[in-house]
């Protein structure tokens, strides 16, 4: 009887089933509104409105410009192939800048009680500047704020604080960035007018449903007959994304021919059970993941673009930005910053210092991070 | 004394066995009927290697709940296993890593699961702290442990041979579809035919009775405990080398789906009632389930609704049953 029951709600859930309308963004996006990218490197973005500088600026900051400076790099937590990246990347700035000497301390864990004590003793032992990676963005404020009227620079990179409780905050990629990288990836790798579908975390996880909705609507821009079928769930979870991109591929068969990963536990699960499927080359697996858990299918050959940003050059860029405050030449108001090797860095939303097109890590270059 | 504890469990039982009897079959039925049902809207549903990965994807959940049956025949709960799988799996993975032979590493875990739930048991049984009090402080610990020690860093390259799950047996038998069908018999037989077995069902549906019989209940729930520590190291393992990376994290809400499996296979939540078999074939639903709401393209949202539903009505069942049978 009970199971009866069961059906009953299950069958009626069935015919409620969904009719999609055409226009309808994909499941798992948000609803915000969207600024796809250029589809081809060449032409010009559309502008988004210009901001006012929205920082903070520290008082009475003993002038420095061109003097050696001493910075302390405080990181969510130190001890990680991703934090340990960011700090190599600020050592190869302060060696390249010659007037720069940078310490990476922390948290073991990523605590912000701990992240806070840190950062206070650093502010009463006296830095020139403060490099950050928040772990919560507002609770570090007070404590940035502190440094600032100390005369302290402060500079974020990674995680964000509220805006006016530092300087500049660099910011690895933004939305409509990793979507354009994730969607050109997918056309080039399934081909421009197959079919794919997403593994998310939930429907509505902040970062997951922004990214999902740019990618559609740069998809509908750039890349029109790219078909998209469906989006599951799998939250963060390993065996649950397993279990989800094998039902996907026993689901669409043949008409399946990408899949997306949106989480970094998504990412290497679809790739395993393309592998397990041995659809390898015949369903391209695109996503954001770190390095070392896509190695094993990178090696085989069976994922060809892993999507994120290269924290070593996070960690660089966020270096030159602070060298460049304490200078003077990067005001409220800049448009842009020079970052050495890098090249110009634009300002975004205010005071945001965008770090540049994604990073797309390859069969060539993923045996060089450790992360 | 054995023969006094057997013959003061079997009068009732025998009636009860009917009804369990239907609970199972109830659930093969619906197992069954279910697969029919999304194979005529979807064929592809039925596709053997469809069929085999819902199977081979979900085995680790049905070797766990095989466990917290027991946990819940003897009238005990058990929230801290989805956590204990984590750590077991996070061990048996580092061992594997850093070189020690691929059998200590498997057998590591079954050890650990073991330890750990024993010591649970010896708690909860001797100094008397209600099992859902001493299983949430376990939580935590396990939780918090395991990110503190591995700050949440993966474990990656996995050596080949440690890949229990991909074994298959005669070529197409999945080892973790094997294990979990064994585990099912021989637990379910053990239950239902030895004496400490029935002990379980004795201390968990009437301990005073069961201490008269002299039955040892404190020693029974420790058995009990360390039996599914050691089944929590058998499905950690599952878990473990399925893919090819650890997380290194407690995978979320594990312990409620594999509670769920127990419950909905009518493992009675008020104790001494309930078999593996239902368990087991509950998992199977459960996870058929999952991935026939993808295949009809019902929204994600309804898999979480549907295994409360699941629940509501098998616990509402239980419950109007025994009341009837309290009344009769």
Redesign the interface.
């Known amino acids: 009887m009970k199971l009866g029951l069961a059906f009953a709600f299950l069958s009626a859930t069935l015919l409620a089933g969904t009719a999609s309308a055409a226009d309808k963004r994909w499941d798992g996006a948000d609803d915000l509104p969207v600024n796809p990218l250029a589809c081809s490197a060449g032409e010009a973005n559309a502008a988004p409105a210009a901001k006012p500088y929205d920082g903070g600026k520290p008082t009475n900051a003993t002038d420095k410009a061109s003097k050696p400076i001493t910075l302390v790099d405080v990181p969510k937590l130190i001890g990680i192939g991703y934090f340990n990246a960011t700090s190599k990347g600020m050592q190869e700035a302060a060696k390249a800048l010659g007037n720069v000497t940078v310490k990476t301390d922390g948290p073991t864990e990523a605590k912000i009680d701990e992240q806070i004590k840190f950062i206070d003793n650093y502010i009463t032992s006296g830095v020139d500047g403060i490099l950050f990676a928040a772990n919560d963005p507002v609770a570090i404020a007070p404590v940035l704020k502190k440094a600032l009227s100390k005369g302290i620079h402060v500079v974020g990179y990674d995680a964000n604080s509220t805006p006016d409780a530092r300087e500049w905050f660099v910011n690895q990629a933004e939305f409509n960035g990793i979507a354009k990288a994730m969607i050109d990836s997918m056309a080039k790798e399934a081909g421009e007018d197959k079919s794919f579908a997403i593994v998310t975390s939930t429907f509505t996880t902040p970062n997951q449903a922004r990214w999902i909705a740019e990618m559609w609507a740069y998809a509908q821009k750039c890349h029109p007959k790219l078909k998209w079928l469906e989006t599951v769930e799998a939250q963060e979870d390993n065996n649950l994304s397993f279990n989800q991109a094998t039902t996907l591929i026993n689901k669409h068969g043949d008409k399946l021919a990408g899949l997306f990963g949106m989480t970094s536990v998504a990412t290497p699960a679809s790739a395993e059970a393309v592998t397990k499927a041995k659809l390898c080359g015949k369903v391209a697996v695109v996503g954001l993941a770190t390095p070392n858990a896509m190695k094993p299918y990178v090696n085989a050959d069976c994922v060809k673009s892993v999507v994120l940003w290269n924290p070593v050059d996070l960690g660089y860029a966020a270096t030159y930005v602070m060298r460049a405050v304490v200078d003077g030449s990067l005001k409220p108001g800049a448009t842009s910053v020079d970052a050495g090797k890098l090249g110009k860095l634009n300002v975004v939303n205010g005071s945001e210092i965008l770090l540049g097109s994604p990073f797309i890590f390859t069969k060539q270059n993923i045996k060089d991070f450790d992360f | 004394m054995t023969t006094a504890t057997l013959a003061g469990a079997e009068a009732n039982p025998r009636r009860r066995l009917k009804v369990l009897a239907s609970q199972e079959a109830?659930?093969a039925?619906?197992v069954i009927?279910?697969a029919i049902?999304v194979g005529l809207?979807?064929p592809?549903?039925l596709?053997a290697?469809?069929l085999s990965?819902v199977l081979l994807?979900?085995a680790?959940i049905a070797v766990a709940a095989v466990g917290m049956s027991m946990v819940i025949v003897s009238g005990n709960i058990d929230i801290s296993v989805g956590a204990l799988i984590g750590v077991l799996a996070t061990i048996s993975g580092t061992l594997a890593v850093n070189g020690a032979p691929i059998v200590v590493a498997w057998l590591a875990a079954l050890v650990a699961g073991v330890l750990v739930m024993a010591l649970q048991g010896v708690i909860i049984a001797y100094l008397r702290i209600p099992a859902i009090v001493v299983t949430l402080g376990m939580l935590s610990i396990l939780k918090g442990g395991l990110?503190?020690v591995t700050?949440?860093?993966?474990i990656?390259?996995l050596p080949h041979s440690f890949h229990l799950a991909d074994i298959e047996l005669f070529g197409v038998l999945p080892f973790p579809v094997f294990l979990m069908i064994v585990v099912t018999i021989l637990a379910a037989l053990w239950m239902r035919y030895s004496a400490s077995g029935r002990a379980i069902y004795a201390v968990g549906g009437n301990a005073e009775a069961a201490r008269l019989c002299g039955i040892s209940q404190p020693r029974t729930i420790v058995m009990v405990f360390a039996l599914h520590g050691f089944f929590a190291g058998a499905a950690a393992l599952l878990?473990a080398t399925?893919?090819?990376?650890i997380?290194s994290t407690v995978?979320?809400?594990l312990e409620l789906t594999i509670i769920t499996a127990s419950v909905v296979g009518g493992v009675s939540i008020l104790g001494g009632v309930g078999t593996v078999i239902g368990s087991t074939l509950a998992a199977v639903l459960i996870?058929e389930?999952?991935?026939?709401?993808?295949?009809?393209?019902?929204?994600?949202?309804?898999i979480r609704a549907?295994q409360g539903?699941?629940i509501l009505?098998?616990v509402?069942?239980d419950i109007l049953r025994r009341r009837r049978m309290a009344g009769a």
């Open positions: 109830l659930l039925i619906a009927g279910l049902a809207y979807n592809r549903f596709a290697r469809n990965d994807g979900n680790y990110i503190s700050g949440g860093k993966w990656t390259d878990y399925q893919l090819r990376v997380q995978p979320p809400n996870a389930i999952a991935s026939a709401l993808v295949f009809t393209d019902v929204s994600p949202y309804w549907v539903v699941l009505v098998t509402i069942a």
